[in-house]
Nanobody, 126 residues
C-alpha cells in the first residue's frame, strides 16, 4: 500500500505556471502514476499519465503542450508541471497510483488506479 500527498497548488493568473508534486509514503517504482482533476459540478477527468520507469507519458488533449508529467523514483515523487494556465484549468488535482506488472503501460481510466491522494486546489484567475 502507498499513501500519496499532493502539494504545490494555489492561485495563479492566467498564463502563469505551477508545479504540483505528489510524494509517496513508499516506493513508487512498481506503479504507473497519473494525475486527474475535478472541477466543481464535473466528473473527475484524466490529465496525464506516466509509466513505471518514466519512459513514456500521455496527456489529455486539453493540456497537451502545456502540462508535463514526470517522476523521480529515487525520491518517490511524481510531478505535474503546468504552464500557460487557463481559467478552465481550475480544479482540484489528484495524484493516483496504478498497480501494474508492465513497465510499458500507462493508464487513462481512473478505475485502473488503486491509490489516490487527497487533492490540491489549483485556481487560475482571468
Amino acid at each position: 500500500q502507498v499513501q500519496l500527498v499532493e502539494s504545490g497548488g494555489g492561485l495563479v493568473q492566467a498564463g502563469g505556471s505551477l508545479r504540483l508534486s505528489c510524494a509517496a509514503s513508499g516506493r513508487i517504482s512498481s506503479y504507473a502514476m497519473g494525475w486527474f482533476r475535478q472541477a466543481p459540478g464535473k466528473e473527475r477527468e484524466f490529465v496525464a499519465a506516466i509509466t513505471r520507469s518514466g519512459g513514456s507519458t500521455y496527456s489529455a488533449d486539453s493540456v497537451k503542450g502545456r502540462f508535463t508529467i514526470s517522476r523521480d523514483n529515487a525520491k518517490n515523487t511524481v510531478y505535474l508541471q503546468m504552464n500557460s494556465l487557463k481559467p478552465e484549468d481550475t480544479a482540484v488535482y489528484y495524484c493516483a497510483a496504478a498497480i501494474t506488472y508492465s513497465s510499458a503501460s500507462y493508464y487513462l481510466n481512473r478505475r485502473d488506479y488503486r491509490y489516490w491522494g487527497q487533492g490540491t486546489q489549483v485556481t487560475v484567475s482571468s
